[in-house]
């Protein structure tokens, strides 16, 4: 990754001053509470909004879609409100979704609703929600055509219209007892891919690619976030263990219904009589490996990963990109799928 | 508001049957409860999803768009998206609004949060915020230029972002004993006076109108919606007493800061000592008119809200609007202002 990201520089430090921009931050005054609520969550001022230095994440997504721009002939100095629309939809999700799950602390700081409150933490995602689509619409100003800033707009929308979809089933999931396969990989898409999907679309409608070739990089990205979702199934249980030998991880203790579970559930009859009890104890996690290992929800996922990860290849391919941006782009997509397994 | 509503009725067909399709509602097929939760705050279908006829409000807001836009020469089928993603707006506004509020009911009916929860109503509300987005990208179908509806989008967006700080405003107004005229000037501008500006601002641009005159039409609107809350700030502490009798209304026993409170409160000391008081009894209340009417604070406010309307007229006549919809558009500002203090 740190190949990566000094290759791409440039790009992240635009994707930034447009944030910025955007929402309207300025380091020298101090800001409105209403609009610095929204630079905490950014990692650029503390709680008393002083300026500070927060590791805000890999903006993976953005550069995502400025690589798939680049690579898809575009310049991606025109696609940067896009890239910075993608990123603050990103963020905007991320506080209402602290909200949802009750979670305290995010990049080990505290939650916006944890120091402001519920009731202005959902306004202040709101407000961030309106700003994601402010930036979209600045894409005029870089030259890029009314016809197409309306299409790659529509797209966003729908996009957030299959997030909070995936989010619906996400939490609705947690109630239930009887979540099939189809209906996981239905949320997951929903809830992860069609927002990696989202990036390299963008990218590629943005550079003025036709039709098919716009669906080619969109396919690409669904299937490169289905292929990390999973990827990241198989780590949450088995990761730590392979790679550096300690015992099974959270996923296990929480009983998340991630793919390997799943699977195994509906394998094993012994597996859903130990999902049953309450105790989550080490004896629980050894036996729901053992079992979950002896109904083949491994290889299942593993299987999953490949296919969706060679999917995504065939697609990129398909999209005939090039240059540099094409390598670091593949360079990306290895390091999102760890290909290691 | 009978008459205007005998007028309007192919309008309002047209409006609700655009927001069914934005929100893909289908009375035959059982939704899914995700899209299902939006319905039922539409007020389409009761809590086990089953059709319903509820009363969802006289949506004024997307009538006056509608009626500027046909005003202003526009043929208003190609602005009916438009209205129904101002009616959406409104609509996801409320669901957040009534979580933040911890209101149970509305519309005599029990609010989206109380059924199913803050976490999956604050998800509702966002997916409902995407579709109205959706519906604006609408223009499109009905024959807008690409140019326009953007920059219709653009202005959509502003005022979200606007109407989030009005939000944010109004919360903290709760909390802060040292609220000036002007602040809660700027809130009401905020929370309502900007999307009604919204409302006559696109039906004008949707309708082809050159930038000044969409300016007038714009701040038609915006001074009607001041007027309109001022008038609506008066009638809360005289209203009841001087049209049917009744003693004065909750906004004393709340002691609400509204716009007489609030300039009552600037100029007398009495008045200031008496809201610091806990309790507000009967006699709280007609001590607390008594000093109102004594500071002024009615003709201040009569004054105002005389003012706003005057200046909204203004605009309205330098708009040069005609035909039958003028006439109509007239009435519903007549009806909005209740023009009887």
Same mark, same amino acid.
């Given at each position: ?25 300025? @380091? ?6 209403? $609009? ?15 300026? #500070? ?12 879609? !400025? ?25 905007? @999700? ?58 790659? !707009? ?39 891919? #069609? ?9 590629? !409608? ?42 099974? %991880? %959270? ?9 390997? #579970? ?21 004896? $629980? ?23 969706? @990860? ?24 290895? $390091? !999102? ?5």
């Amino acid at each position: 990754m740190q190949k990566i990201l000094a290759k791409t520089e440039d790009m992240r430090a635009a994707i930034n001053e447009e944030m910025k921009a955007v929402l309207q931050y300025d @380091s020298v005054t101090t800001p409105d509470l209403f $609009f610095g609520m929204n630079h905490y969550h950014m990692g650029w001022v503390d709680e008393q909004m002083q300026p #500070v230095q927060v590791h805000a994440g890999k903006q993976i997504r953005p550069l995502l879609l !400025l690589l798939t721009n680049q690579a898809a002939g575009g310049d991606w100095q025109q696609a940067v409100p896009a890239a910075a629309a993608i990123e603050l939809l990103h963020n905007f @999700s991320l506080i209402h979704d602290d909200i949802e799950d009750t979670s305290p602390t995010r990049r080990g700081r505290k939650t916006l609703w944890t120091i402001w409150g519920i009731e202005q933490a959902i306004n202040a995602g709101d407000a961030m929600f309106a700003q994601a689509h402010l930036a979209m619409s600045r894409l005029l100003e870089r030259g890029v055509p009314a016809d197409i800033t309306v299409q790659a !707009l529509r797209r966003f929308d729908e996009t957030c219209l299959n997030l909070t979809h995936g989010q619906f089933n996400d939490m609705d999931f947690e109630t239930r007892d009887n979540v099939t396969v189809d209906e996981y990989i239905e949320m997951i898409t929903g809830k992860t891919a #069609v927002l990696i999907s989202l990036c390299t679309e963008l990218g590629a !409608l943005i550079a003025g690619c036709n039709a098919p070739t716009v669906r080619h990089y969109a396919q690409f990205g669904l299937e490169l976030g289905l292929a990390f979702q999973v990827k990241d199934d198989i780590l949450g249980i088995w990761g730590d263990e392979a790679v550096i030998g300690k015992s099974a %991880s %959270s996923d296990i203790t929480t009983k998340k219904k991630t793919l390997p #579970v799943l699977y195994g559930l509906s394998q094993s009859a012994e597996l859903r009589r130990l999902y049953r009890q309450e105790n989550t104890d080490g004896a $629980f996690i050894a036996e729901a490996i053992r079992l979950l290992d002896e109904s083949g929800a491994r290889e299942y996922a593993i299987e999953k990963a490949t296919t969706y @990860s060679q999917s995504a290849q065939g697609h990129l391919e398909a999209a005939q990109p090039n240059g540099a941006a094409y390598t670091t782009l593949n360079e990306l997509a290895d $390091f !999102l799928l760890q290909r290691d397994f």
